[in-house]
C-alpha cells in the first residue's frame, strides 16, 4: 500500500501562473491513493478552475463561496481536524505572509488556521519579491514553527525575468509530502543503504560491458525505505531514472566502485538490489580500441563480490545488522537463489525469474519469491516494483526491530 492511499491530503491554490502546475500535482496524489480536496482562493480560480481540479481527484473543489455557503460553520474546522496533510502549491508571497501572520481572511487561510497537521509550501512569486526581507521574514516564522518550505527554484519566471521564484516541480513536491507523511515510520531513526543499476565495467574510455538492469526495482526500495521514514543512501550504477526527493545520492560506474561506496557507509540495513558485474576487463584499455586493429581478444577477470566482501568481514559485517541480496536468474532460480543466500551470508535473498517477459530488468512489474536465513519462503504473485519494494523494506524493518 503507498503511503499516500487513503491519505486525506488538502491542496490550497493561490494566484500564480504555476497553478496550471498544481492540477498536475493534484492528479499525481490522486493516483498515488490520495483523497484530495483543493482548496482555491479568489485569486488561484482565476488562473485554474475548480473543474479542472474536480475532474482529476474525482472530488469537488473548495472556493471561497464554500466559506459563506451552507456548509460553512463546519468546513475548515473539519478539514483542519481530518487532513493528514495541507499542501499550498503554488503558495504566494501574500499568503505566505497572511500564514505567517495568523491571517484568516479566506477559506484557505481560515483552514490552515484551524489545521493541526504538518504544512506544506511550495512558493511562487517574482524573483524581487522572494527576496524581499517581508517574505524572508515570513517564511522564517513559518520554518520556526515546522511548515516545510519546498523551493521556490531559480530559472525563468513569468515576469520574463530571471531569479527565485519558480514554483518546484509537482514530483518534488510529491516527494516531500511523502517524506512528511512517512517520518514517523517503522524505520524512522534508521539508516538504510540501497544499490541500484548495472555497473559498467570500461573496456576502453569508450567502451563498457554492461547488463539490463534499469534500475527501478532498486529505487523503488530507496523509495519505500524514505516512506518509512529511514535515512537512505542510494549507491547507483548509471540509470536514466530520478532519485527519489530526500535520498543521499552516490554514483559510481563499475562494481569496484559500489564496493568503495558501500564500504565508506555504516547502516541498519544494506539491500543490494544493483545488477552488479560478476566479471569485467581484465586490462581495460588506455586508448580507444581501433577497428583497424582488429577484433580484440578480451580476457575477463572476477570482480570483487560486493556482498561476500562485506560478510566476510567481521569489521565490515557490522556496518550492516540486516543484509539483504538479490538473485536474478534465467535457470534453477531458487536453487540459485538458496546458495547465494548462504555464501553471502544475508538475512533474506529476492530471487527473480528474468526469463519472464513481465518480470526483471526494465519493465515496471516483478515476481519474485524471498527466501529467508531461516528457511521460510515467501512466494509474491506478479507485482508492481514498488509493491516488492515495500515488502522488502516490511521484512528489513522486521527484522531490524
Ligand atoms: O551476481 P549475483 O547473481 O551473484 O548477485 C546476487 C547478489 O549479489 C545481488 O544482490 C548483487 O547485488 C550482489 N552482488 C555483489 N557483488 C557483485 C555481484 C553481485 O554484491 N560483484
Not at 95 to 117: E, Q, R, S, W
Not at 172 to 178: A, N, T
Not at 251 to 263: D, G, P, R
Request: include cysteine; glycine fraction near 8%.
Amino acid at each position: 500500500m503507498s503511503i499516500l492511499s487513503n491519505k486525506h491530503i488538502l491542496l490550497g491554490v493561490t494566484g500564480s501562473i504555476a497553478g496550471y502546475k498544481a492540477a498536475d500535482l493534484a492528479s499525481k496524489l490522486a493516483q498515488a491513493g490520495a483523497d484530495v480536496d483543493v482548496i482555491l482562493t479568489n485569486a488561484g480560480e482565476k488562473f485554474v478552475t475548480p473543474l479542472t481540479f474536480q475532474s482529476v481527484t474525482g472530488r469537488r473543489a473548495y472556493t471561497d463561496n464554500d466559506l459563506w455557503g451552507n456548509e460553512a460553520h463546519v468546513l475548515h474546522v473539519s478539514f483542519g481536524k481530518t487532513a493528514d496533510l495541507l499542501v499550498i502549491a503554488p503558495c504566494t508571497a501574500d499568503t505566505i505572509a497572511k500564514l505567517a501572520n495568523g491571517i484568516a481572511d479566506n477559506l484557505l487561510t481560515v483552514t490552515a488556521l484551524a489545521a493541526t497537521c504538518p504544512l506544506v509550501i511550495a512558493p511562487a512569486m517574482d524573483g524581487g519579491m522572494f527576496d524581499h526581507p517581508a517574505t524572508q521574514d515570513n517564511l522564517a516564522k513559518l520554518k520556526e514553527r515546522g511548515a516545510i518550505i519546498v523551493g521556490p527554484a531559480e530559472g525563468h519566471l513569468a515576469s520574463g525575468l530571471t531569479g527565485t521564484g519558480r514554483m518546484v516541480e509537482p514530483a518534488e513536491i510529491l516527494g516531500h509530502i511523502r517524506i512528511v507523511l512517512g517520518r514517523k515510520g517503522k524505520l524512522a531513526g534508521k539508516k538504510v543503504v540501497v544499490t541500484a543499476g548495472g555497473t559498467q565495467e570500461a573496456l576502453d574510455p569508450v567502451r563498457v560491458i554492461t547488463n539490463h538492469s534499469s534500475g527501478k526495482q532498486g529505487y523503488a526500495i530507496a523509495q519505500a525505505a524514505l516512506d518509512s521514514g529511514a535515512d537512505v543512501c542510494l549507491v547507483t550504477a548509471p540509470t536514466a531514472l530520478t532519485a527519489p526527493v530526500g535520498a543521499r545520492v552516490v554514483k559510481v560506474n563499475s562494481a569496484e566502485e559500489m564496493l568503495k561506496a558501500v564500504l565508506a557507509e555504516s547502516a541498519d540495513a544494506l539491500i543490494m538490489a544493483a545488477a552488479a558485474a560478476d566479471f569485467r576487463p581484465k586490462n581495460a584499455a588506455k586508448d580507444k580500441m581501433k577497428k583497424r586493429d582488429g577484433i580484440p581478444q578480451i580476457e575477463l577477470e572476477a570482480t570483487p563480490d560486493i556482498l561476500k566482501t562485506v560478510s566476510g568481514s567481521p569489521v565490515d559485517k557490522k556496518r550492516f545488522q540486516v543484509m539483504v541480496g538479490f538473485a536474478a536468474e534465467s535457470q534453477n532460480l531458487l536453487e540459485n537463489a538458496a546458495e547465494k543466500l548462504k555464501s553471502k551470508k544475508l538475512d533474506f535473498i529476492v530471487a527473480n525469474d528474468i526469463s519472464a517477459s513481465d518480470a526483471g530488468f526494465a519493465v515496471e512489474t516483478n515476481r519474485v519469491t524471498i527466501l529467508f536465513a531461516n528457511g521460510e519462503r515467501e512466494n509474491l504473485p506478479l507485482t508492481s516494483k514498488m509493491e516488492v519494494a515495500e515488502i522488502i523494506i516490511e521484512h528489513t524493518s522486521r527484522l531490524l526491530e
